[in-house]
């Protein structure tokens, strides 16, 4: 059975910092791709951050330089820290485990709310 669980969100001041954790169980996690998405009240689903399992990172423009997303392959776990964080980042952010080629597969975790005060 897949889970990612996420944790770390939080309601936070502008300016502030945190870190999301996805601890994934179920799945080959060294060769799965990981992504965290984020969703706010009344918006689509977006990419924030995804890592390969090699370690290639690419980031939606809104955050860069700002977020960074890194994995441990030994606690099959992917974080996304978060600094600077702006009112316009409160959304509830989703992990997503995928790979594109055999074996593939798509799994989504159950979220985790992000809050962020002016």
């Known amino acids: 059975q897949v889970q990612l669980v996420e944790s770390g969100g939080s309601l936070v001041q502008a300016g502030g910092s945190l870190r999301l954790s996805c601890a994934a169980s179920?799945?080959?996690?060294?060769?799965?791709?990981m992504g965290w998405y984020r969703q706010a009240p009344g918006q689509q689903r977006e990419l924030v951050a995804t890592?390969?399992?090699?370690?290639?990172?690419n980031y939606a423009d809104s955050v860069k330089g700002r977020f960074t997303i890194s994995r441990d392959n030994a606690k099959n776990t992917v974080y996304l820290l978060m600094n600077s964080l702006k009112p316009e980042d409160t959304a509830v952010y989703y992990c997503?485990?995928?790979?594109?080629?055999?074996?593939?597969?798509?799994?989504w975790g159950q979220g985790t709310q992000v809050t962020v005060s002016s």
């Open positions: 179920g799945i080959i996690f060294s060769i799965a791709d």
């Open positions: 890592i390969t399992g090699g370690g290639t990172t």
């Open positions: 997503k485990a995928s790979r594109n080629w055999i074996p593939r597969f798509s799994y």
